[in-house]
């Protein structure tokens, strides 16, 4: 259940990714378009990890990526669920950094 999950949001996620096909170069500002479809996936897998920790609710955890620093935004219930879900995407493979800005309501 877990991979096909991950499997259709990859598939969404590469199915957005191609009007930013056009780029070529990175830049400070800008992704190329292949750091593009590689923070697509980055997003995609840390959406999958939190969707599959049981403690989070993940529809109020937003997620996004650029040059691999996933930025997590929305609201949790406690500051504990703030820190697994910081950690949940801290362990994907390819992040390089988290900013979680995630709000305890």
């Known amino acids: 259940m877990a991979n096909l999950k991950l499997t259709l949001l990859t598939a969404a ?3 957005l990714a ?4 056009v780029g070529c170069a990175s830049t400070r500002t800008h992704e190329s378009a292949g ?31 650029y040059k691999d620093v996933v930025q997590l935004s929305g609201f949790v219930d406690s500051a504990a669920s703030a820190r697994k879900a910081g950690k949940v ?17």
């Open 89 to 105: 995407a801290a362990s994907v493979h390819g992040v390089a950094s988290v900013k979680n800005d995630l709000v305890v309501k």
């Open 13 to 15: 996620g590469l199915a």
């Open 18 to 21: 191609g009007p930013a096909l």
């Open 35 to 65: 750091e593009y479809i590689d923070n697509s996936v980055i997003t995609t897998k840390v959406k999958a990890a939190i969707l599959d920790e049981p403690s989070l609710h993940s529809f109020q955890i937003s997620v996004k990526s």
